[in-house]
């Protein structure tokens, strides 16, 4: 075997690690263009950015599940060496997805225009929005071509391409918000899927040719809408405070709550990777003995371990987010205190989130789709009784959002308990103690101490004693 084979092969054994590894580097540069554009832009044309993105969001789900279903079936007909089911199922559904986004796209377009028109909205809505239909249907390409690349095998070249068209798009966007203030938001973007098309444009549109096969889409709706569904009640619970700041607010006050919506983003990213990386361990064990007791023992240790991660990345969120907005983003510092709530809500919920995935492991599909409404229900009661209890404050959406987090974890909990007839004091000494244990002291440091800089000090050492604790607990 040549040196150069070997090497091919040692990548394509590391090709999840290379995946997973991407996936964060981009979504930190993402990140990172997301605070330096707010260097840049007022708090209120970040909302009426926010809100013309919330639209696209929203319009994402005209291709009805048509995606879903073609992530699902696509692998299976290659697998199966159906090789011509598998050229007809790529070009139907894509071009549907094309289809249908046009259509709904110019609806839309006339809709807005003719709200121009007759002055309901100022210019910056409108050219926002055509500019979002826009990146609805790139940024779905982008996000076609990527899965199909990864269908095919090509998980490193996936990994290297999102590298790629993330730092392209990074600095155009950067330059795009220096030369053209709000609507350079839009560059990085579009930019991104443009790019990404590029790049995957040999490897998944070979042989491509537009057409439909409706028999075969009727199917692909049929049961890729299920899956949307449960996407769409997720995108909803990310979105409720959104709403409810629209609805009793305005877009200045969206604006500022992009400080805690980048927090929540940055913070759900690594319980979600932990949990990812824990859920195949879990999934394996129960497949091997076929034991609940199993799985929900390691759940019960990997929580340990999550909760005491997830509890280090909210007290450094907590001391260090403070100091960089003052220092970067300015004009955003009245989004400081809610972010620091929604950050230990966030956390409640992350350092359980493993738990969540035994629904998947049990094959509780009914289950998931209610515990997903039901987290939905508690965003949309507790931020809007806040709101016109306490008063029209992003504080209070936050507090709202933190608490609905925190009470879907405890009922996520008393469920499980229940189904598998254990305590669920011991469900939450497995998550909820570690969290509490690291977060409480440090919020207590930084409200009594006059110096953060000493808090944040003294927080790291009792972080480190506790990380020690368990450390040595776990080995006896």
Same mark, same amino acid.
């Given at each position: 075997?040549?040196?150069?084979?070997?090497? @091919?092969?040692?990548?394509?054994?590391?090709?999840? /690690?290379?995946?997973?590894?991407?996936?964060?580097?981009?979504?930190?540069?993402? !990140?990172?263009?997301?605070?330096?554009?707010?260097?840049?832009?007022?708090?209120?044309?970040?909302?009426?950015?926010?809100?013309? +993105?919330?639209?696209?969001?929203? /319009?994402?789900?005209?291709?009805?599940?048509?995606?879903?279903?073609?992530?699902?079936?696509? =692998?299976?007909?290659?697998?199966?060496?159906?090789? #011509?089911?598998?050229?007809?199922?790529?070009?139907?559904?894509?071009? !549907?997805?094309?289809?249908?986004?046009?259509?709904? &796209?110019? $609806?839309?377009? +006339?809709?807005?225009?003719?709200?121009?028109? /007759?002055?309901?909205?100022?210019?910056?809505?409108?050219?926002?929005?055509?500019?979002?239909?826009?990146?609805? $249907?790139?940024?779905?390409?982008?996000?076609?071509?990527?899965?199909?690349?990864?269908?095919?095998?090509?998980?490193?070249?996936?990994?290297?391409?999102?590298?790629?068209?993330?730092?392209?798009?990074?600095?155009?966007?950067?330059?795009?918000?220096?030369?053209?203030?709000?609507?350079?938001?839009?560059?990085?973007?579009?930019?991104?899927?443009? !790019?990404?098309?590029?790049?995957?444009?040999?490897?998944?549109?070979?042989?491509?040719?537009?057409?439909?096969?409706?028999?075969?889409? %009727?199917?692909?709706?049929?049961?890729?809408?299920? /899956?949307?569904?449960?996407?769409?009640?997720?995108?909803?619970?990310?979105?409720?405070?959104?709403?409810?700041?629209?609805?009793?607010?305005?877009?200045?006050?969206?604006?500022?709550? #992009?400080? =805690?919506?980048?927090?929540?983003?940055?913070?759900?990213?690594?319980?979600?990777?932990?949990?990812?990386?824990?859920?195949?361990?879990?999934?394996?064990?129960?497949?091997?003995?076929?034991? @609940?007791?199993?799985? +929900?023992?390691?759940?019960?240790?990997?929580?340990?371990?999550?909760?005491?991660?997830?509890?280090?990345?909210?007290?450094?969120?907590?001391?260090?987010?403070?100091?960089?907005?003052?220092?970067?983003?300015?004009?955003?510092?009245?989004?400081?205190? =809610?972010?620091?709530?929604?950050?230990?809500?966030?956390?409640?919920?992350?350092?359980?989130?493993?738990?969540?995935?035994?629904?998947?492991?049990? %094959?509780?599909? %009914?289950?998931?789709?209610?515990?997903?409404?039901?987290? &939905?229900?508690?965003?949309?009661?507790?931020?809007?009784?806040?709101?016109?209890?306490?008063?029209?404050?992003?504080?209070?959406?936050?507090?709202?959002?933190?608490?609905?987090?925190?009470?879907?974890?405890?009922?996520?909990?008393?469920?499980?308990?229940?189904?598998?007839?254990?305590?669920?004091?011991?469900?939450?000494?497995?998550?909820?103690? =570690?969290?509490?244990?690291?977060?409480?002291?440090? $919020?207590?440091?930084? +409200?009594?101490?006059?110096?953060?800089?000493?808090?944040?000090?003294?927080?790291?050492?009792?972080?480190?004693?506790?990380?020690?604790?368990?450390? %040595?607990?776990?080995?006896?």
């Amino acid at each position: 075997m040549s040196f150069v084979t070997k090497i @091919k092969e040692k990548f394509n054994n590391i090709d999840y /690690l290379i995946v997973t590894a991407s996936t964060v580097f981009c979504s930190g540069m993402t !990140f990172l263009f997301s605070i330096i554009a707010r260097h840049y832009i007022e708090p209120a044309l970040t909302g009426i950015y926010a809100s013309c +993105i919330l639209l696209e969001t929203y /319009l994402a789900y005209a291709q009805f599940g048509v995606l879903n279903a073609y992530n699902r079936d696509m =692998p299976q007909f290659m697998g199966a060496k159906r090789d #011509d089911d598998a050229l007809n199922l790529r070009n139907s559904s894509i071009s !549907f997805i094309w289809l249908s986004y046009l259509i709904v &796209c110019i $609806i839309a377009s +006339i809709v807005v225009s003719i709200m121009y028109a /007759l002055g309901m909205i100022e210019s910056k809505f409108y050219f926002g929005y055509l500019l979002a239909f826009i990146y609805l $249907i790139i940024d779905t390409t982008a996000t076609f071509c990527m899965n199909t690349a990864r269908i095919y095998g090509k998980f490193n070249f996936s990994a290297w391409v999102n590298i790629a068209k993330t730092l392209i798009a990074f600095f155009l966007g950067i330059l795009g918000v220096k030369y053209f203030g709000y609507y350079g938001l839009y560059v990085m973007p579009i930019a991104a899927g443009v !790019f990404a098309v590029i790049f995957y444009y040999r490897t998944c549109f070979e042989g491509f040719k537009i057409g439909i096969d409706f028999v075969l889409l %009727k199917e692909e709706i049929k049961t890729g809408f299920p /899956l949307m569904v449960n996407n769409l009640v997720w995108t909803l619970v990310g979105s409720v405070d959104k709403f409810v700041i629209l609805i009793f607010m305005s877009t200045v006050a969206l604006g500022i709550y #992009d400080v =805690p919506q980048m927090v929540f983003t940055a913070m759900v990213l690594i319980p979600q990777t932990i949990s990812q990386v824990f859920y195949y361990k879990v999934s394996y064990a129960y497949g091997k003995t076929n034991d @609940k007791n199993v799985l +929900i023992n390691m759940c019960n240790k990997y929580t340990n371990v999550m909760g005491l991660i997830t509890g280090a990345v909210a007290v450094i969120g907590f001391y260090v987010m403070p100091v960089f907005v003052k220092l970067i983003m300015p004009k955003y510092v009245d989004g400081i205190f =809610p972010a620091q709530i929604l950050l230990i809500g966030v956390a409640i919920y992350g350092s359980t989130m493993l738990y969540g995935n035994i629904f998947s492991v049990m %094959k509780w599909n %009914k289950d998931l789709i209610v515990n997903s409404i039901i987290l &939905c229900i508690f965003n949309v009661v507790f931020s809007t009784t806040l709101v016109l209890l306490l008063g029209r404050e992003i504080n209070n959406v936050a507090f709202g959002t933190a608490i609905s987090y925190a009470a879907y974890s405890f009922l996520l909990l008393a469920r499980l308990s229940k189904k598998f007839d254990t305590s669920i004091v011991g469900l939450l000494m497995a998550g909820w103690w =570690p969290l509490l244990l690291t977060v409480v002291p440090a $919020i207590l440091l930084y +409200i009594l101490l006059p110096n953060i800089f000493v808090g944040f000090a003294i927080a790291m050492i009792l972080l480190c004693v506790e990380a020690i604790y368990f450390y %040595k607990r776990d080995r006896k």
